[in-house]
């Protein structure tokens, strides 16, 4: 005889078998949600620390912007100063120069024929005023200063004849222009 086994062994081993697979595959998919979460926890810890980084680098960077800005001030404040003392230095070498020109030309002057009332300057310009013994005195020291090194030309503007005291003498006005550099 043959034995038939009506009891659904195969069914309950299939039934078995899938609450065992879906055990698993929510085991699985549980532990996928709990890697994804970690992964999360993990991404999100790293972007706070470089946006805190980038917080303090941009707090660096600001810092350096202001000292560049002060250093940028202070070497135009430099520059500055540095023209003011070549200014006070081309000034220190060449304040005596107008007193040694003026000294020199007064050295010219002849002591018994010309006598100087004024001396004026205007930039490159020199005007002379004074009265000479007679016009050959007076066109002799024309001469001489016209010969003198910083001067670039003379020009006669006016000569006339005054009588002081019953004496006639050469009243006259030269035109100087200096030479560029004194």
């Known amino acids: 005889m043959i034995k038939i086994n009506l009891l659904p062994y195969r069914e309950k081993q299939k039934k078995e078998n899938f ?5 698993i595959i929510a085991s699985l998919f549980i ?5 994804l979460v970690f992964v999360q926890i993990r991404i999100n810890s790293s972007v706070n620390d470089l946006e805190s980084q980038k917080k303090e680098a941009e707090a660096t960077l600001a810092d350096l912007d202001k000292k560049i800005g002060n250093l940028d001030k202070y ?17 220190e070498e060449n ?29 490159s310009n020199i005007k002379i005023e004074g009265y ?6 007076v066109a002799d020291f024309m001469k001489s200063v016209e010969k003198f090194d910083p ?3 003379v020009d006669l503007i006016s000569s006339k004849k005054n009588e002081i005291s019953g004496v006639t003498i050469q009243q006259f006005v030269f035109s100087c222009n200096l030479k560029k550099g004194f």
């Open 19 to 23: 609450s065992q697979q879906v055990f």
């Open 31 to 35: 532990l996928f949600l709990l890697v």
């Open 75 to 91: 070497k135009s404040q430099k520059k500055e100063l540095e023209q003011k003392l070549g200014v006070i230095s081309t000034l």
């Open 95 to 123: 304040r005596l120069a107008p007193v040694k020109t003026f000294d020199s030309l007064a050295m010219l002057v002849p002591a018994k024929e010309i006598c100087l009332t004024r001396i004026t300057q205007k930039e």
């Open 132 to 137: 000479g013994k007679d016009n050959l005195a």
């Open 151 to 153: 001067i670039k030309s």
